[in-house]
């Protein structure tokens, strides 16, 4: 258990639908990350958060949007879904940014019909 | 911008046998390197890392060294069992930077035949 947690584990929604995916970090950690996770795309990095601000940006669509909240838990919103957005997406944690481990959470697995 | 580049899957191999997985990088800077397991139905976990040249990252019988004249961090252990079976993937972070993230290489699946 790697002291990351996300909900839901599973989500299947349909084509034009939003969702919000939630992620909690390992307690004391600052920074947030986001990964989508599939099979021909393979994992791409999405954003980090640290402390509350915008970090870093990936691979992430105009569609999709995150924060991170005071509480430093991380909401990752993905609007007018497509039937490609089906994947596994991972939150991640570290103490702070850089050369820091990041500790995974275990999923939300998003499936668009 | 920088790349992590590793042996495509999937790879068998028998009880025992001896195992490597190939890991290139490409980094403008001075990158720390990760290897990453992910088990079925799992997220990832951190297996090992090494954050300068010619530093050796080992955990659980792998091992990795940081290899900056050949850009590489290859994954390597002596006798594999079937309980090793999983995605592994490269990856590298630029601490350098305010704006790090973690680039990943596309995982190589390893299965350990009995």
């Known amino acids: 258990d790697s002291g990351v947690t996300q909900t839901p584990k599973h989500l299947i929604t349909a084509t034009g639908q939003r969702v919000t995916l939630r992620c909690s970090p390992r307690?004391?950690?600052?920074?947030v990350y986001w990964y989508q996770q599939s099979l021909d795309q393979g994992l791409q990095f999405l954003i980090q958060?640290?402390?509350?601000?915008?970090?870093a940006k990936g691979n992430i669509l105009e569609r999709f949007s995150a924060q991170q909240f005071p509480d430093l838990h991380s909401e990752l919103n993905l609007s007018s879904l497509e039937l490609g957005d089906s994947a596994l997406y991972f939150c991640?944690?570290?103490?702070?940014?850089?050369?820091?481990?990041?500790?995974f959470g275990p999923g939300t697995r998003l499936t668009v019909l | 911008g920088d790349s992590v580049t590793q042996m495509e899957g999937p790879v068998t191999l028998s009880e025992e046998a001896f195992l490597t997985i190939n890991c290139t990088y490409t980094a403008t800077g001075y990158p720390s390197l990760f290897w990453y397991v992910q088990y079925p139905g799992e997220g990832l976990q951190l297996l090992l890392k090494?954050?300068?040249?010619?530093d050796k990252g080992s955990n659980k019988g792998f091992e990795a060294t940081y290899r900056k004249e050949t850009t590489s961090f290859h994954l390597e252990k002596g006798s594999v069992q079937v309980s090793d079976s999983a995605v592994y993937f490269c990856?590298?972070?630029?601490?350098?930077?305010?704006?790090?993230?973690?680039?990943f290489g596309s995982g190589t699946r390893l299965s350990i035949r009995p």
């Open positions: 991640a944690s570290s103490v702070a940014w850089g050369a820091h481990e990041q500790f």
């Open positions: 090494a954050t300068k040249a010619d």
């Open positions: 958060y640290y402390n509350g601000e915008e970090r």
């Open positions: 990856a590298l972070s630029d601490g350098g930077s305010s704006a790090s993230k973690i680039i």
């Open positions: 307690s004391g950690d600052l920074s």
